[in-house]
């Protein structure tokens, strides 16, 4: 069954003078359709000059993350038939914008750095693998999951004010190494995400969860993220 | 780390220390707060302590809050670091006009 | 930007702005109570508190804490341990706990008056 949508996308156009305005384009799409497959089709026979990030289209790179009625959420992963007839596209709110539907990820990907994302074990590597118990493996599964599209930090209120707060996802991607067991840096860790804008600026919002496309629960981890600091007495420099 | 958790213990000595201060001094009738009963009762230690603990954990919770809303949405390195001693002087001055008045 | 409320950011939100009243709230009563050291100025007070504009007043502010506290005790809650998965059950429920406070409290401050 197939039936008309109208895509309002905001579109911007920094050679344009203004640059920013709301585009309609009124297209068929079947009941099995993505959001994705509206926007591709608007490149392909409609308009050519729109810009929007995409690669696997299946909710595993976690490229085409943008705000759908005003909902941070992958396209890919949004089926047309569960939205309204009208539907405005935007792209991730608080990043910069470089062209129409794609943002500057840069200040997002910092963020991920200076948790230390990798595995930090100075002792001697075993014969072969570091082994883990399937009971120590599942403490980190679901943080595993996170495919940093970017939609949990850009739907937290806190980031979208202060933007030197880690956000929900370097925050997930820290819980991710401080509860692996086969991880020894603990003390860096923890240094890293309790200063003045790190775990503590949390303050469990919940939009982090309401948006991530894998369903991770973000808050809870980061809610042990702090149970974890205080129990290690940690201090970070906080005021 | 220490002055989160301050926060948390200040804001649940608060929720007690509040449900105290409402039932005496509304709902219990009008003799508990004329003047005399007041001053009779700010003569107490055990009444001074409850309100000097009282008094310094508003204060704490109260501007600790403060804090990270100017850590938040102040921009600037200036204005941030003027309004970070605001917030860290005026709960000084208040404790200090607070204390005047429980131990008299 | 328009961005989808929920109840956790609705809570978060209202937490916040109540508590930038209470704290400004706090100063003005600290600064007040501070000067009145003799029994006149004192009573002069709280006659004024009699008038029913001030009492209204005083209904929001309990109104207000009343909200401030439920949320602190959701989000304590929360840091403590509760699952994360009721959480907004413990919103809608911490709502109605507050209505049905404030009600309660409401009858006894208006007693006062009548």
């Known amino acids: 069954m197939s039936k008309f949508y109208t895509f309002r996308i905001k579109r911007y156009l920094p050679d344009q003078n203004p640059p920013t305005r709301w585009d309609e384009f009124r297209i068929k799409l079947n009941s099995m359709e993505r959001v994705l497959d509206g926007l591709v ?21 976690g490229s085409c993350a943008m705000n759908i009625n ?21 792209p991730l709110p608080s990043l910069p914008v470089i062209k129409d539907l794609v943002v500057d990820m840069t200040l997002f990907f910092e963020k991920n750095d200076k948790v230390l994302p990798y595995l930090i074990n100075d002792e001697p ?9 399937p009971e120590e493996q599942h403490r980190i599964l679901e943080s595993i999951t996170c495919i940093m599209c970017g939609s949990c930090t850009t739907s937290c209120p806190v980031f979208w004010a202060d933007k030197q707060y880690l ?8 819980y991710r190494f401080l509860f692996d067991t086969r991880d020894r840096a603990t ?21 982090c969860v309401e948006v991530c496309p ?21 201090r970070g420099g906080e005021r | 780390m220490w002055s989160w958790l301050f926060h948390r213990i200040t804001g649940v000595i608060l929720v007690a220390g509040l449900l105290y201060h409402f039932i005496f001094m509304h709902f219990m009738g009008h003799d508990n707060y004329s003047y005399e009963a007041v001053a009779q009762r700010l003569k107490e230690p055990s009444w001074q302590f409850f ?5 310094l954990s508003a204060l704490y919770h109260g501007f600790y809050g403060l804090n990270g809303l100017v850590s938040e949405y102040i921009k600037g390195n200036y204005w941030k670091r003027f309004m970070k001693y605001v917030v860290f ?8 006009f607070g204390m005047k008045i429980v131990i008299f | 930007m328009r961005y989808r409320w929920h109840i956790g950011s609705l809570a978060w939100l209202v937490h916040r702005i109540t508590g930038v009243l209470l704290a400004l709230y706090l100063i003005a009563h600290i600064f007040v109570l501070s000067h009145l050291k003799d029994p006149s100025s004192y009573n002069q007070i709280m006659n004024m508190m009699k008038n029913p504009v001030i009492k209204i007043g005083e209904l929001m502010l309990f109104a207000v804490v009343l909200i401030h506290v439920f949320a602190g005790i959701r989000i304590t809650m929360l840091e403590i341990g509760f699952s994360t998965k009721y959480h907004k059950q413990m919103a809608y429920f911490s709502a109605f706990a507050v209505c049905l406070i404030w009600l309660i409290g409401a009858f006894y401050f208006l007693k006062e008056v009548f």
């Open chain 1, 41 to 61: 089709k608007i490149k392909e026979n409609i308009d050519g000059t729109l810009t929007f990030r995409k690669s696997c289209a299946h909710g595993v790179c």
């Open chain 1, 70 to 90: 005003g909902k941070n959420r992958l396209a890919c992963q949004t089926l047309v038939k569960d939205l309204p007839e009208i539907i405005e596209i935007e």
């Open chain 1, 125 to 133: 590597p075993p014969e072969r693998e570091r082994i883990q118990s």
């Open chain 1, 167 to 174: 956000g929900p996802s370097a925050l997930l991607k820290s």
């Open chain 1, 187 to 207: 003390e860096e860790r923890l240094q890293a995400i309790t200063g003045e804008h790190g775990v503590w600026r949390c303050h469990s919002i919940f939009n």
């Open chain 1, 214 to 234: 894998k369903e991770i629960d973000i808050t809870n981890h980061i809610l042990k993220l702090k149970r974890l600091a205080v129990k290690k007495g940690f």
């Open chain 2, 51 to 55: 309100n000097i603990i009282f008094l």
């Open chain 2, 89 to 96: 002087i005026i709960p000084i001055v208040l404790a200090f």
